[in-house]
């Protein structure tokens, strides 16, 4: 079948990093994007990885291990701001992770 | 560049009423999906046009859906008739070209059905 595992919520420290883990299985890999989501607006997106390694862009970093079927979203100097839901999605009939809701604390 | 427009924000109706949400995607993208969004099962495709053409249409729960494009620059997704687990928030979004390209979503619409 077809999975995607995020872990559902995590808190951080304003100023802090925090690395958000995606492990996917899928019939098929053709990339892995990451977008963002506040809370009642409409996702965004961050990154799209689809060779294995890191691809750094401004504060956030998104990493892929193919062979692992794993991924994750690292973000740095972490601001108020950046409170909302993290959500990986496999290019392959782009299936979605849950999201994962991440709480910035001052 | 004004992004993905979707209409109405809210819509608010009773079980059995036809609802019909709006979509006009971003002037140049060729393809377009329909998501819906709750909180127990997260983000869902419904169906994806490229081209106007629709390519996968197995996320549609039902014959009670139905969704349309009949040009490159508008669609819509109907419920008819539509009942309370139909509540959700849905989202429109295009692309470049296709499940390969980054997806630019609408504001989407959130659906009450009582």
């Known amino acids: 079948g077809q999975n995607i595992d995020q872990p559902t919520e995590m808190t951080a420290t304003e100023g802090a990093i925090v690395q958000i883990n995606c492990t996917y299985q899928t019939s098929g890999f053709n990339g892995l994007f990451w977008y963002q989501q506040h809370a009642g607006e409409a996702p965004t997106f961050l990154s799209y990885n689809v060779l294995d390694g890191l691809e750094e862009k401004g504060r956030f970093s998104s990493f892929l291990s193919r062979s692992k079927g794993y991924s994750y979203l690292l973000l740095k100097e972490l601001q108020m701001k950046d409170s909302a839901s993290y959500l990986c999605a496999v290019v392959y009939q782009l299936i979605w992770g849950a999201g994962t809701k991440l709480i910035i604390k001052p | 560049d004004a992004g993905v427009i979707q209409s109405p924000r809210h819509e608010v109706t009773e079980m059995g009423q036809e609802v019909t949400l709006r979509c006009k995607p971003i002037?140049?993208?060729?393809?377009l999906f329909w998501y819906r969004q709750t909180m127990m099962r997260g983000l869902e495709l419904l169906i994806y046009f490229n081209n106007n053409v629709p390519i996968d249409d197995s996320g549609m729960p039902e014959d009670r859906f139905s969704a349309k494009m009949p040009n490159a620059s508008f669609s819509t997704l109907k419920i008819q008739p539509s009942e309370p687990r139909d509540s959700a928030v849905y989202f429109c979004a295009s692309s470049l070209g296709g499940l390969n390209s980054p997806l630019h979503f609408g504001n989407g619409t959130r659906l009450t059905v009582t």
């Open positions: 002037s140049g993208h060729n393809s």
